[in-house]
């Protein structure tokens, strides 16, 4: 029995635990029964259309679907990354690279090394992983950054009335904290 | 709708009735969200004199001047500088050329030779000397640190700042609004010697005597727009807005 696929003891498991739920949300009057049960039948229509395309992926296009497959879960993220940024300019193309280069650089230095398989079943999960990793760090440190220029405005407006270039008036101090706030380790 | 102060207030082509037009203002419009900051002005600014725009709180007084040195973009409009559309220009060189000076004073260095340098990178001590006098701050303020400076002497030393880069435009927004009567005498004076040697001067004030003293013509605005610009106050009716 492969371990990635749920029986379908394991997705009557599931339903049970749904429908649990829902009742106790009845019995409390939360109003939300409704809720959970929409909730619970679109993630099951969505994982289940998402596990046919996986499961073509896997079986007939190998590294070549799955580097698309990551590629369209990049254009995804920096769409969600730029989205928390708002009112950053340039936010989409900024973030959209951002998450691209850190998952190619990534995702093509465990495979160059032979660190893991190129086999579409391991590529994505993987890469997947490391997208939203990025998509998350992306997101951080675009939403500092425009925390930053908010904060120092005062400042930056100011050495723009003297003469300096808009890079020169945002940088070098606001960007490096916001970069130093974004490492979670600080 | 722009009501003008008939007669002397605006003279056709590039000639105010104070002199040639340094800046013009063409049915200028600024929004932000929903609110409407300027709403269609067409006015003409004066070289080599002192123009107050005055009106009350909220009425738009700060972001026609920001227009001037294009920190605020219009909406609709074009504001020009000597007939030439702002986004024409190098805007570093018209930021050079057109000094800034905001009502809170933003200090950006650790001391005091380094501010004025900050206007003016390379500037010498004996420079640096004659900008603190011009503001009224003693020379031996050059060595201190901005730290200790009160709220006057900080917004002082950032008009010497502006200063530094020797512009042709002053912009100058509550100027005396943090100083003692000294101070504020001080600088009345330097606005004065400004424009006696050629220098334009935009000053946004509450300070109506002040306005009475220095401006050559106001341009009233009430809620972002232009109700009155004509000649010198004391020949109009201006009113206070305290």
Redesign the interface.
């Known amino acids: 029995m492969n371990p990635a696929v749920p029986t379908w003891a394991g997705v009557a498991a599931s339903l049970a635990l749904v429908a649990a739920a829902v009742a106790i949300a009845w019995r409390q009057r939360l109003h939300l029964a409704r809720e959970i049960t929409i909730a619970a039948g679109r993630a099951g229509v969505q994982l289940a259309a998402v596990g046919a395309i996986l499961l073509l992926v896997f079986q007939h296009t190998g590294l070549a679907g799955a580097t698309g497959w990551l590629a369209i879960m990049v254009l995804i993220a920096g769409q969600v990354a730029a989205r928390r940024a708002r009112g950053l300019p340039r936010a989409l193309p900024v973030a959209t690279t951002a998450v691209a280069a850190a998952t190619g650089a990534t995702i093509g230095t465990l495979l160059a090394l032979g660190v893991i398989s190129t086999q579409a079943r391991v590529v994505i999960p993987v890469g997947g992983m490391i997208v939203s990793g990025a998509m998350a760090a992306t997101a951080v440190t675009l939403t500092r950054l425009r925390e930053e220029a908010a904060a120092a405005r ?2 930056i ?9 808009a890079a020169q008036a945002f940088a070098p101090q606001p960007a490096r904290r916001a970069a130093h706030r974004a490492d979670p380790l600080h | 709708m722009v009501t003008l102060d008939l007669p002397g207030a605006e003279v056709a082509g590039w000639m105010t009735s104070d002199g040639p037009v340094l800046f013009s203002l063409e049915q200028v419009t600024v929004r932000r969200g929903q609110a409407l900051l300027l709403d269609q002005v067409t006015c003409q600014i004066p070289a080599g004199a002192c123009t107050a725009v005055t009106g009350p709180s909220g009425a738009g007084k700060t972001t026609l001047l920001r227009l001037l040195n294009r920190l605020e973009e219009p909406d609709a409009g074009r504001v020009c500088l000597d007939g030439r559309a702002l986004p024409d220009l190098d805007v570093l060189a018209l930021r050079r050329r057109v000094a800034l000076v905001a009502q809170a004073p933003v200090l950006l260095t650790g001391q005091v030779l380094d501010e004025l340098r900050a206007g003016q990178p390379g500037l010498g001590e004996d420079q640096a000397v004659r900008l603190l006098e011009q503001v009224s701050l003693p020379p031996a303020m050059l060595a201190r640190g901005n730290a200790g400076l009160s709220g006057g002497e900080a917004q002082r030393l950032c008009l010497a700042r502006a200063l530094a880069a020797a512009p042709q435009v002053l912009l100058l927004d509550e100027p005396t609004s943090a100083l003692d009567a000294a101070s504020a005498r001080a600088v009345e004076q330097l606005a004065t010697s400004f424009t006696a040697d050629g220098g334009t001067i935009v000053l946004v004030s509450h300070d109506t005597a002040l306005t009475r003293r220095i401006a050559a013509r106001i341009l009233e605005l009430r809620a972002g727009r232009l109700t009155r610009t004509g000649p010198a106050p004391n020949t109009a009716d201006l009113r206070e807005h305290t």
């Open positions: 005062p400042a407006e100011t050495r723009l009335c003297l003469g300096q270039p």
